[in-house]
């Protein structure tokens, strides 16, 4: 049994996945195997991965129909056999040749989830980059009060994470825009904190033709997922001012002027604090919700006047 299964579930981008496969193959640690889970239409993937005998327990497996994002994910994961689970993205890559050893390192029986800091390429701009860390007081934030991560993903995506392959969590795929942040704070809530490795061990491709770029400030996924979430979950999160700050943000950017506004998007029972959100932010000019300070106070004025609505 390897001691790391990464998991890559492809889809086309031949050239994004070799600079991958490359990354995998200059690791000097090398008690791993890689599982590639392929949604691609043609065998250009398979192609590829025939030509790469020396990657550790290289296993290519071409999906009968295509999964889609997540299920594609959460396919490389349930044919892992190694301890820990490393889920890599085909348009991410390792940033050092020792990446995967310094993850091993920190490997324990003490914990069953991590992630470290990496760093955003932007391919369609080669002059833009940058270096995201957490911060252990955020860290610790977190695994307190996992529903902050709605506010803000401070940890990142799938491919700077590695779990412990005896989870019983998958990632949820009726979700695209919040799979990710909705599974950590499943993990979370199971009493599976995350350990926190402040070294960017992985490059991650920014490119706008990403599943999340497709689905940011779009109405239609945005307000159907949240309306989920809230159905999934419950309203209980709200009471953290800052995950009602992020409702409202969410709003406010979708430039949400009324009810009919969501449910033209996302028809369904909106819970009361949602509605009575709404009304807030129709009685504020946009002007004022363009500055930063004078959004972040009217939401805090809201969130004083609204919250019974959270058990009402």
Known sequence: MPYISITIPAYKNVPLLKRLLDSIAAQNFKDYEVIITDDTPDDSVQALVSGYSQINGLQYFKNSSPLGTPENWNEGIR?????WIKIMHHDDWFAKNDA?????????????CMFSGYQNIYIDDAEKSEIVQAGISIIEKINKTPWLLFASNKIGPPSV????????EAYD???????????YIRMIQHKHRFHYIDDCLINVGMHSTQVTQSTFLNPKIELA?????????????????????AWWRLFRNLQIKN?????????????????????????????????????KTLMAISYLRRRHYIHA
Not at 100 to 112: D, G, M, R, S, V
Not at 229 to 244: C, F, S
């Open 79 to 83: 044919k892992a056999s190694g301890a």
């Open 100 to 112: 995967l050893a310094i993850l091993a390192k920190h490997a324990n029986a003490n914990i069953a």
């Open 161 to 168: 994470t590695m779990i412990r392959n005896n989870m019983s």
């Open 173 to 183: 795929n009726r979700l695209k825009w919040r799979v990710d942040t909705e599974y």
């Open 225 to 245: 997922e949240g309306l989920y979430l809230l159905e999934k979950h419950g309203v209980e999160p709200l009471e953290n001012i800052w995950v009602y700050d």
């Open 259 to 295: 009810m009919q506004d969501i449910l033209k998007h996302a028809p369904g029972a909106w819970p009361m604090i949602v509605h009575k959100m709404v009304v807030d932010l129709s009685n504020i000019p946009p002007t004022l919700l363009s500055i930063g300070f004078c959004s």
